[in-house]
């Protein structure tokens, strides 16, 4: 038998098995699937979940890690679908799953503003939702159960803090790259930087602009910014991925990134703190998008009829570059 084909046989083997196992331990009754595990029957959570899109590293980390954990070995049928970054697109999937009479409805809000009629409709089905990463502004809280995620703003601070320690008293013209207009995290950094800036008149955001959080627009945004500013010493990228499009656009102007025009970013996604490791990048403030076991316990507790933490914060920390050396190795996403 070739490699190929055993590699083939032990796959189909250990698919069977773990069919069998599967069946051994789901059982249906009364039409609802339920697991065992040493034989007390859980019904199987059905969870609708409307994913922002797929705009950056971080948000592929975040989708892989839900899917990854929302399975139905952990008591889960999850339902699953990517919004395209469109607003529309996430109403329309929280309405088919309010339809599909979903347990529990947890998204990724693409912006803060707008969501109320949909929770309505929601909390009249009595469908619980629960926020993930993103925050809604709507000001009935009780539209929600539990928000868990970062805390954008004090991002946005501790990246403003280091361009304090960095720049010192010297003149410097700051460009800032805003993640998705009217986002949470884009408005959370933006107000979390300029807060720390404040006080230091030498340090001046001379253009700001959306790059909606993807590689593509970061390029696109950056090559405007150098084409108007000609002395530009520090980009403030909402997240990595605008970032390393804005090296591709310093590079390609014949600067040095990190050097010539210094970089600091939200994320510390994998890319990102390759690119600080290379020293194109001189600091990263993390954002961390493994939300998957701290949203399937949040839900077994409203499936318990027990109450969530209305907020839940994301640990989080920062990275030099001789901190990214020491944690790339090992870095998860
Ligand atoms: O909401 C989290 C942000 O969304 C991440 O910082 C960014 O990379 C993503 O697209």
Same mark, same amino acid.
């Given at each position: 038998?070739?490699?190929?084909?055993?590699?083939?046989?032990?796959?189909?083997?250990?698919?069977?098995?773990?069919?069998?196992?599967?069946?051994?331990?789901?059982?249906?009754?009364?039409?609802?699937?339920?697991?065992?595990?040493?034989?007390?029957?859980?019904?199987?959570?059905?969870?609708?979940?409307?994913?922002?899109?797929?705009?950056?590293?971080?948000?592929?980390?975040?989708?892989?890690?839900?899917?990854?954990?929302?399975?139905?070995?952990?008591?889960?049928?999850?339902?699953?679908?990517?919004?395209?970054?469109?607003?529309?697109?996430?109403?329309?999937?929280?309405?088919?799953?309010?339809?599909? $009479?979903?347990?529990?409805?947890?998204?990724?809000?693409?912006?803060?503003? $707008?969501?109320?009629?949909?929770?309505?409709?929601?909390?009249?089905?009595?469908?619980?939702?629960?926020?993930?990463?993103?925050?809604?502004?709507?000001?009935?809280?009780?539209?929600?159960?539990?928000?868990?995620?970062?805390?954008?703003?004090?991002?946005?601070?501790?990246?403003?803090?280091?361009?304090?320690?960095?720049?010192?008293?010297?003149?410097?013209?700051?460009?800032?790259?805003?993640?998705?207009? $009217?986002?949470?995290?884009?408005?959370?950094?933006?107000? $979390?930087?300029?807060?720390?800036?404040?006080?230091?008149?030498?340090?001046?955001?001379?253009?700001?602009?959306?790059?909606?959080?993807?590689?593509?627009?970061?390029?696109?945004?950056?090559?405007?910014?150098?084409?108007?500013?000609?002395?530009?010493?520090?980009?403030?990228?909402?997240?990595?991925?605008?970032?390393?499009?804005?090296?591709?656009?310093?590079?390609?102007?014949?600067?040095?990134?990190?050097?010539?025009?210094?970089?600091?970013?939200?994320?510390?996604?994998?890319?990102?703190?390759?690119?600080?490791?290379?020293?194109?990048?001189?600091?990263?403030?993390?954002?961390?998008?493994?939300?998957?076991?701290?949203?399937?316990?949040?839900?077994?507790?409203?499936?318990?009829?027990?109450?969530?933490?209305?907020?839940?914060?994301?640990?989080?920390?920062?990275?030099?570059?001789?901190?990214?050396?020491?944690?790339?190795?090992?870095?998860?996403?």
């Amino acid at each position: 038998m070739s490699n190929h084909t055993k590699k083939r046989v032990s796959i189909v083997g250990a698919l069977a098995a773990t069919a069998l196992l599967a069946l051994a331990a789901c059982s249906t009754s009364g039409g609802t699937a339920t697991t065992s595990t040493s034989g007390a029957a859980a019904k199987i959570i059905k969870v609708g979940f409307s994913q922002v899109g797929s705009e950056s590293g971080w948000r592929a980390a975040n989708t892989k890690d839900i899917q990854a954990t929302l399975t139905t070995a952990n008591g889960f049928d999850l339902k699953f679908s990517d919004a395209q970054q469109k607003q529309e697109n996430q109403i329309a999937a929280i309405r088919s799953y309010i339809a599909q $009479g979903v347990d529990v409805i947890a998204f990724s809000p693409v912006v803060e503003s $707008g969501w109320d009629a949909v929770l309505q409709e929601a909390k009249a089905a009595k469908i619980p939702v629960v926020l993930t990463d993103r925050a809604v502004d709507s000001k009935d809280t009780s539209l929600y159960e539990s928000f868990l995620g970062s805390d954008f703003v004090l991002e946005g601070q501790k990246a403003g803090e280091w361009a304090v320690k960095q720049f010192g008293d010297k003149p410097t013209n700051i460009v800032e790259l805003q993640g998705t207009t $009217g986002s949470a995290p884009a408005n959370d950094r933006m107000a $979390g930087f300029k807060k720390a800036i404040e006080g230091h008149p030498n340090l001046k955001i001379i253009a700001s602009q959306t790059g909606n959080f993807t590689r593509a627009e970061g390029k696109t945004v950056m090559e405007g910014f150098l084409a108007a500013n000609p002395k530009i010493d520090l980009v403030w990228a909402h997240n990595d991925d605008m970032g390393l499009g804005a090296i591709e656009a310093i590079e390609a102007a014949g600067k040095v990134p990190g050097k010539d025009i210094q970089m600091v970013t939200a994320d510390a996604t994998h890319d990102g703190m390759q690119a600080l490791v290379d020293g194109k990048i001189n600091f990263i403030v993390e954002c961390n998008p493994l939300l998957g076991q701290q949203l399937a316990d949040v839900i077994k507790q409203i499936m318990a009829g027990q109450a969530p933490e209305k907020r839940i914060l994301t640990k989080e920390t920062t990275f030099t570059q001789d901190q990214a050396k020491a944690a790339l190795p090992t870095r998860q996403y």
